[in-house]
């Protein structure tokens, strides 16, 4: 590992009992960077976050995080590292102002300067006015923003986040997605593990899709998306007899054969420029006479990224499949409205 | 920075946190508070009568006060299973600080508690005719007696918590194994009239001896309807209830450090 590096890991093996959590996992960061760790539930995310943390021994392999081994220095690994949870480890019998307090004072601060940056995160993290309110009555978004204000106390160089959005609806997705943002601006290296590719597309310089304690893609989301084939325009026609000049149409503006199905008489089409094509198609099927019944862009999901890289679909529990789809649609769309905004 | 001071400062922040959790749900005082008076009154006077009145209920009240401290250190089990559930012992976890602050923060808070519930039981047993005949040092030193005692039995229930696999095998193992302990000893009656094993294991049982060394110490009688005990533990019940505390913190610190360490959140 070089000085450049901030987090890295190499063929760690974890099992519980006859379950490989991991199986041989290799992660690198570079310093100010943010690595994604994309998988379903169950891929061994979080136990590769449990090791990085020290919260957890490897059976073999190793790892260092700010340029300490996680297993001979562990103590050196806390004092670099901020870690906030899957779900929001908030002491909700204390105020947001003492939860805060009560970290700083752990990782070694005095009284003034525990208080003063309790109050200073607080702020930043817009629980200014209900830092003095019991942590229990705060919402779902205010505790993860709580949880994840505890993981920067220290102003760690390395932060983890354990599925940081997971459980939080479309508004506190952003700001979530907006706070690791300005952490990264900030030169802190960040571990991120999510369920949603847009998640992992938004957020993170390079990609490590993990599926059965197994790292199964490693790359930036560019080199990811061309792997899983990145947006699709899809349309619906009215009449089956169009279908064919509807195909025709699709080659012209995407980047590969069309797929037909004509039952559904859905057609479908890999893009490079989404809106764009979606504008140019929409008017090129005009021109042609043809009514559409549905136009759309379909965003890869990490579903489609399974079925890619593994030629099989997300082997949660179906439901929890389907689940993880809906919620990435819907990241889909939130992305592209703040995507509009920026331009 | 040394490493004593920084563990025993993240101790004392944990401990806060801890009281404050504790100030914040005032039920969780209950067991704490009600549970010892109940004690006092249901064997002062539903065992009272038939055993020796007035006599007796002096007798018991020593008794009552350790088995109350340790029937205490179910709250360390569960408020450790509590924090290990929720992710807050995770938390801790990866932070820098010292690997023993949540224990001894949890037994330091905890015995707390048990100061309080020893204030109260105190007043109760004044109220109804027990009284501190010993002289003030004697009194103090009883209290320091009683109070070492609490915080020993305090790290067993932190070992507890830290092995069981469920908050509901803690709850029920926290407490189940005192109902043994406590009354095979001297705390009800005495162990003299016990058949063989139990009488052996009353003897030494800490609980008896610490219920001895109080009752010297206060001067309240040290039996009641049986001849005095001439047992070896019996007749250096003071220094044997300490050495006793003692060697239980020296056993179950480590034991309780060396688990923490290596225990998974549930």
Redesign the interface.
Same mark, same amino acid.
């Given at each position: 590992m070089t000085s450049a590096t901030a987090i890295s890991a190499e063929s760690l093996v974890k099992t519980f009992g006859a379950n490989r959590a991991l199986d041989g996992v290799e992660l690198s960061a570079r310093k100010g960077r943010v690595l994604g760790l994309l998988g379903p539930n169950g891929a061994g995310k979080t136990t590769a976050v449990r090791i990085l943390?020290? %919260? %957890?021994r490897p059976d073999s392999g190793s790892a260092s995080v700010a340029g300490h081994d996680v297993l001979t220095e562990p103590?050196a690994v806390?004092?670099s590292?901020g %870690?906030s949870?899957q779900?929001a480890?908030v002491?909700?019998? %204390?105020t947001g102002r003492?939860n805060l307090y009560?970290?700083g004072?752990?990782?070694?601060m005095n009284r003034p300067d525990a208080r003063k940056r309790a109050g200073e995160l607080l702020d930043g993290f817009q629980l200014g006015e209900a830092g003095d309110r019991?942590a229990k009555g705060y919402s779902g978004g205010m505790r993860r923003r709580l949880d994840l204000a505890?993981a920067l106390v220290a102003r760690p160089p390395v932060v983890m986040l354990d599925e940081p959005t997971t459980g939080l609806d479309p508004r506190g997705r952003m700001d979530t997605w907006r706070l690791i943002a300005e952490l990264v601006d900030d030169g802190t290296t960040v571990l991120l593990t999510t369920q949603y590719l847009e998640e992992a597309d938004a957020l993170a310089d390079t990609i490590a899709v993990i599926d059965h304690g197994r790292v199964i893609a490693n790359g930036t989301s560019n080199e990811l998306k061309a792997l899983v084939g990145g947006e699709r325009l899809e349309l619906v026609v009215d009449e089956a007899a169009e279908m064919d000049t509807a195909a025709e149409v699709l080659a012209g503006i995407g980047t590969g054969t069309p797929r037909v199905d004509t039952q559904s008489r859905r057609l479908q089409v890999a893009v490079n420029d989404g809106s764009k094509s979606l504008v140019e198609a929409v008017r090129w099927l005009g021109e042609s006479g043809i009514e559409v019944h549905d136009v759309g862009l379909h965003r890869p999901t990490l579903d489609d990224a399974f079925l890619s890289l593994t030629g099989k679909p997300t082997e949660v529990s179906g439901n929890g499949a389907t689940a993880g789809a809906a919620g990435s649609e819907g990241l889909a769309t939130a992305e592209s409205g703040e995507r509009g905004g920026r331009q | 920075m040394t490493v004593v001071p920084s563990s025993l400062r993240d101790s004392s922040v944990v401990a806060w946190r801890n009281l404050l959790n504790i100030k914040r749900n005032p039920d969780w005082l209950l067991s704490g508070t009600v549970q010892p008076i109940m004690f006092v009154l249901l064997f002062a006077f539903v065992f009272g009568g038939s055993l020796g009145g007035g006599r007796y209920r002096e007798f018991l009240i020593a008794g009552i006060f350790v088995q109350t401290v340790a029937f205490n250190s179910s709250f360390t089990v569960i408020g450790l299973t509590n924090d290990l559930q929720k992710g807050i012992v995770d938390r801790f976890r990866a932070l820098p600080m010292s690997r023993v602050a949540v224990l001894l923060g949890r037994t330091s808070s905890d015995l707390a508690v048990s100061l309080l519930s020893v204030v109260i039981m105190s007043l109760c047993g004044l109220l109804i005719g027990w009284r501190l005949r010993g002289d003030p040092t004697d009194v103090l030193t009883g209290y320091l007696v009683l109070l070492l005692f609490s915080f020993a039995m305090s790290w067993v229930g932190a070992f507890i918590g830290l092995i069981s696999r469920t908050v509901e095998v803690a709850q029920s193992a926290g407490l189940l194994w005192l109902f043994p302990v406590t009354f095979i000893s001297s705390v009800f009656v005495s162990a003299e009239s016990m058949p063989t094993p139990l009488r052996v294991f009353a003897r030494w049982n800490p609980i008896t001896v610490n219920a001895d060394a109080l009752r010297e110490l206060f001067g309240n009688p040290i039996r009641v309807g049986t001849p005095p005990p001439s047992s070896w533990p019996a007749e250096h019940a003071i220094p044997y209830a300490v050495v006793s505390s003692l060697l239980i913190i020296a056993v179950f610190v480590p034991l309780s450090v060396a688990r923490y360490r290596r225990v998974a959140s549930r």
């Open positions: 943390t020290t %919260l %957890l103590n806390r004092r590292i %870690l949870g779900y480890a002491d909700e019998n %204390l003492e009560m970290v004072r752990l990782y070694g019991i505890g | -």
